[in-house]
């Protein structure tokens, strides 16, 4: 069983940055491949990036580019930095742990880009 909680949403203007984080309580947090989603209000839940439990990054076109996912196994943290933050990509970002048979996710977390 593995708890996801993201923090670091917030309001930014455009072309600026914000970067997420999601603590992950459990165990074995290094097995697991790690990602960032986001819903923007009447879409559909995207994949923004994945890294897997061996640091291989793996990024969409949605925001390609413009963001880092990053991991660090001894803090059980997930990252994601984004710069050029664009008023499309307001949404809720929500962190997703998963391997062949499992999957967990946290509540999200709001990213609003708007001056």
């Known amino acids: 069983q593995v708890q996801l909680v993201e923090s670091g949403g917030g309001l930014v203007q455009p072309g600026g940055s914000l970067r997420l984080s999601c603590a992950a309580s459990?165990?074995?947090?290094?097995?697991?491949?790690m990602a960032w989603y986001r819903q923007a209000p009447g879409k559909q839940r995207e994949l923004v990036a994945r890294?897997?439990?061996?640091?291989?990054?793996i990024y969409t076109d949605s925001m390609k580019g413009r963001v880092s996912i990053s991991r660090d196994n001894a803090k059980n943290t997930l990252y994601l930095q984004m710069n050029s933050l664009k008023p499309e990509d307001t949404a809720v970002y929500y962190c997703?742990?998963?391997?062949?048979?499992?999957?967990?996710w946290g509540q999200g977390t709001q990213v609003t880009v708007s001056s």
């Open positions: 997703n742990a998963y391997t062949a048979t499992l999957a967990y």
């Open positions: 890294i897997t439990s061996g640091g291989t990054t």
């Open positions: 459990g165990s074995l947090f290094s097995i697991y491949h």
